[in-house]
């Protein structure tokens, strides 16, 4: 069973400073309580910040580590009969970047420097490097739907 209408995706406006549609959708992904500003200055920050680290120009270390974090297969439950099944599945390019963008997030919230900024700073050095907390998830996820890609033919 299915929507009756799909919904139209909302169209956000490239970030002030660089132009960048991802940066503009990691900016809101940081905003907490609609204060915009605030992510704003906490995303610019921890990007300067890694790209002088990294050598790199800061779009340009964003979208790679963008793209070591997203994940290509994940795995979704379905019940088959009495039994549940985890079922790898391909993710969409879209949901690609939402997860990469959570993931990078939650792991730069869970590390010790002081302030968002740094901590943001620093996961994203690692993903760089493919290291890290958010790298980790995506190769974990990926070990996941290897693991249960027996069930695949339920998709």
């Given at each position: 069973?299915?929507?009756?209408?799909?919904?139209?995706?909302?169209?956000?406006?490239?970030?002030?400073?660089?132009q960048s549609m991802l940066v503009a959708k990691f900016v809101n992904q940081?905003?907490?309580?609609?204060?915009?500003?605030?992510?704003?200055?906490?995303?610019?920050?921890?990007?300067?910040?890694?790209?002088?680290?990294?050598?790199?120009?800061?779009?340009?270390?964003?979208?790679?580590?963008?793209?070591?974090?997203?994940?290509?297969?994940?795995?979704?439950?379905?019940?088959?009969?009495?039994?549940?099944?985890?079922?790898?599945?391909?993710?969409?390019?879209?949901?690609?970047?939402?997860?990469?963008?959570?993931?990078?997030?939650?792991?730069?919230?869970?590390?010790?420097?002081?302030?968002?900024?740094?901590?943001?700073?620093?996961?994203?050095?690692?993903?760089?490097?493919?290291r890290g907390e958010a790298v980790k998830k995506c190769i974990d996820t990926?070990?996941?739907?290897?693991?249960?890609?027996?069930?695949?033919?339920?998709?």
């Amino acid at each position: 069973m299915s929507r009756r209408r799909v919904t139209k995706k909302r169209q956000i406006e490239p970030d002030v400073k660089y132009q960048s549609m991802l940066v503009a959708k990691f900016v809101n992904q940081i905003m907490e309580r609609g204060k915009k500003s605030l992510a704003r200055s906490i995303v610019y920050g921890a990007i300067e910040k890694a790209a002088e680290k990294a050598n790199l120009q800061p779009v340009e270390l964003f979208e790679k580590v963008i793209d070591k974090v997203k994940p290509y297969v994940e795995v979704r439950s379905r019940r088959v009969g009495g039994a549940t099944y985890q079922i790898p599945v391909e993710v969409k390019s879209d949901r690609q970047i939402t997860l990469a963008m959570r993931w990078l997030k939650a792991a730069a919230a869970k590390r010790s420097e002081h302030g968002m900024a740094n901590k943001l700073c620093g996961e994203m050095l690692e993903a760089i490097e493919g290291r890290g907390e958010a790298v980790k998830k995506c190769i974990d996820t990926k070990k996941m739907a290897d693991a249960n890609q027996a069930f695949a033919h339920f998709a």
